[in-house]
């Protein structure tokens, strides 16, 4: 893993975790408290470590994957592409999975995976940048 991957890593890791704060922190924050079964924002507090190893790992895996398959060609439609295939992989399936076994509603759901995809197509432009 060179330099450049390496700054791209944590430039993901800090991305992946401030963007799942504004999606599921203060965007969906008041979906999630309504939903019984839920854990409550101290419980879930002090589970955070968890959390932040996920983001890190979700940032390298990102990071690492992108600059393996990057192509020379445009950045931002490599970037963007990138971004759809994670969320093809990623987002959908989990939020789709999470509304059959848990009690996600299905609007939470959707809501989920637009957001979500927002998310991670912005990381793909971003990582397409900084690898340009």
Request: with cysteine; net charge positive.
């Amino acid at each position: 893993m060179g330099k450049k991957c390496i700054v791209s890593a944590v430039v993901m890791f800090v991305m992946a975790w401030a963007l799942s704060f504004v999606v599921h922190g203060l965007l969906l924050g008041g979906d999630y408290a309504v939903i019984a079964g839920m854990r409550s924002p101290a419980e879930a507090q002090e589970l955070m470590g968890f959390i932040i190893l996920a983001q890190a790992f979700f940032g390298v895996a990102f990071a690492w994957i992108y600059v393996q398959g990057k192509e020379d060609r445009p950045w931002l439609p490599q970037g963007v592409r990138f971004g759809i295939a994670v969320a093809f992989l990623t987002v959908i399936p989990t939020y789709l999975i999470y509304h059959v076994v848990t009690p996600v509603p299905f609007v939470l759901a959707m809501k989920q995976i637009a957001f979500d995809t927002i998310r991670v197509v912005l990381m793909g432009a971003v990582l397409a940048w900084i690898n340009r």
